[in-house]
């Protein structure tokens, strides 16, 4: 009877230690999730906020050219307001990869720390069944 009842107890620790870590996968997962969120709608921002100061610069560049009495179309007005595009342009790709780089890796930490905490349980689950890890059980708590 004392085996039947230590299996049940090991059955019983498995379920509410599968229970727990799937509990923590979730919060994890929406941590992760929200991060993730963060950084995306910060970039946007910022992207925004980059487009919104070319226009501004752009207008100003055609304004100047203007009052000085050079073309707005064409030739050296046409390369200045080229390069501030451009300029825009290469930070929003920089931004855009600093995103990528940012969001992989916490993919990659809420990857390794599920695999940690799969490898924990499966641990436990193995001392549990054979006897000898000494923890205490769940239910002792």
């Not at 039947?4 to 107890?9: G, K, N």
């Not at 064409?74 to 080229?82: E, K, T, W, Y």
Request: aromatic share 0%; charged share 30%; no cysteine.
């Amino acid at each position: 009877m004392g085996a039947l009842t230590s299996l049940a107890t090991t059955g019983l620790n498995l379920a509410l230690s599968q229970q727990a870590a799937s509990g923590q996968s979730r919060d994890a997962r929406q941590e992760r999730d929200r991060r993730i969120q963060e950084i995306q709608a910060r970039n946007l921002e910022e992207n925004r906020k980059r487009r919104e100061e070319l226009r501004r610069r752009l207008a100003a560049e055609r304004a100047r050219a203007g009052a000085a009495g050079v073309a707005t179309r064409g030739g050296s007005s046409d390369a200045v307001l080229r390069g501030l595009v451009e300029e825009t342009d290469r930070a929003e790709q920089i931004a855009s990869n600093s995103v990528r780089r940012q969001v992989s890796e916490l993919r990659r930490n809420a990857s390794s720390a599920r695999r940690n905490s799969l490898l924990d349980l499966a641990g436990n689950v193995a001392g549990s069944v054979v006897g000898g890890s000494g923890r205490s059980s769940l239910l002792d708590s």
